[in-house]
């Protein structure tokens, strides 16, 4: 039961990140991440040879069997933590948001690939299951971690801005549909129509497929754009202020 145990321990801190040098564990799940994300891109390109794209494809067949194999050997070696040891702890273990996200990385496509392996190679829908990988990575990494925090500490204030956002979206567009509609009705001939405009203008994006013709229209739409600047830069500053403010607490901790 001890050697158990001290195998669990060394699994353990292998495939754990607590903040500490990465171990050669760490070093391969990174690659392969990377690796996945890097073959989702390439079988993509039309033009790729062959020969390339086959050895993609037995790439793509791989590399979820051996993220299923790593998240057993997480799930086993959990048990080396008391807060995870045993039945209810394991239950406890899956409950995280981490674990969830582990499983969909390679879960949904592994079990295509096996029980339906002609909808695997055709369906691309599968293979946005990938993407989890990507907050996979983010979890090893404790910077990212610190970011997320951040986020979550300035939740209400960016709940608030996001509001705001949605209210000027809806004005902007009601206000060029009153002033535009009859002049352009297939750009602002309804408030949902309209939306399109509101949302390039706002994000400062300024796509000019849709922009108004009339003086009132373009005096509004000026109003728009300068608002849309410090709605931009709104959240940008929050987010800032609620990292900095983390930063600080964790140097006073320190």
């Given at each position: 039961?001890?050697?158990?145990?001290?195998?669990q321990?060394?699994?353990?801190?292998?495939?754990?990140?607590?903040g500490?040098?990465?171990?050669?564990?760490?070093?391969?799940?990174?690659?392969?991440?990377?690796?996945?994300?890097?073959?989702?891109?390439?079988?993509?390109?039309?033009?790729?040879p062959?020969?390339?794209?086959?050895w993609?494809?037995?790439?793509?067949?791989?590399?979820?069997?051996?993220?299923?194999?790593?998240?057993?050997?997480?799930?086993?070696?959990?048990?080396?933590?008391?807060?995870?040891?045993?039945?209810?702890?394991?239950?406890?273990?899956?409950?995280?948001?981490?674990?969830?996200?582990?499983?969909?990385?390679?879960?949904?496509e592994?079990?295509?690939?096996?029980?339906?392996?002609?909808l695997?190679?055709?369906?691309?829908?599968?293979?946005?299951?990938?993407?989890?990988?990507?907050?996979?990575?983010?979890?090893?990494?404790?910077?990212?971690?610190?970011?997320?925090?951040?986020?979550?500490?300035?939740?209400?204030?960016?709940?608030?801005?996001?509001?705001?956002?949605?209210i000027?979206?809806?004005?902007?567009?009601?206000?060029?549909?009153?002033?535009?509609?009859?002049?352009?009705?297939?750009?602002?001939?309804?408030?949902?129509?309209?939306?399109?405009?509101?949302?390039?203008?706002?994000?400062?994006?300024?796509?000019?497929?849709?922009?108004?013709?009339?003086?009132?229209?373009?005096?509004?739409?000026?109003?728009?754009?300068?608002?849309?600047?410090?709605?931009?830069?709104?959240?940008?500053?929050?987010?800032?202020?609620?990292?900095?403010?983390?930063?600080?607490?964790?140097?006073?901790?320190?």
């Amino acid at each position: 039961m001890s050697d158990t145990r001290t195998w669990q321990r060394r699994v353990w801190a292998q495939l754990y990140t607590t903040g500490r040098s990465f171990t050669w564990g760490h070093w391969a799940v990174v690659f392969a991440i990377l690796a996945s994300l890097v073959l989702l891109a390439l079988e993509t390109e039309p033009d790729l040879p062959a020969n390339w794209r086959r050895w993609i494809t037995l790439a793509d067949a791989v590399i979820p069997i051996l993220f299923a194999g790593e998240f057993a050997l997480r799930v086993w070696a959990a048990g080396a933590s008391r807060q995870y040891s045993g039945l209810v702890g394991r239950g406890r273990y899956f409950r995280r948001w981490v674990v969830i996200f582990d499983f969909l990385a390679f879960g949904p496509e592994l079990i295509v690939m096996i029980l339906f392996p002609e909808l695997w190679a055709a369906a691309r829908w599968v293979r946005l299951f990938r993407l989890f990988r990507l907050l996979k990575l983010f979890s090893m990494f404790p910077a990212f971690r610190e970011i997320g925090l951040a986020v979550r500490d300035a939740g209400r204030r960016l709940v608030a801005t996001v509001a705001m956002a949605g209210i000027l979206l809806f004005c902007a567009a009601a206000l060029l549909h009153v002033i535009e509609a009859d002049v352009q009705p297939d750009a602002f001939g309804s408030i949902p129509r309209a939306l399109w405009w509101a949302v390039a203008t706002l994000t400062t994006v300024g796509y000019g497929d849709v922009y108004p013709v009339t003086a009132a229209g373009k005096t509004v739409a000026g109003f728009v754009a300068i608002l849309g600047v410090g709605l931009v830069a709104l959240p940008a500053g929050i987010l800032a202020s609620a990292f900095a403010e983390r930063l600080g607490s964790a140097r006073q901790r320190k």
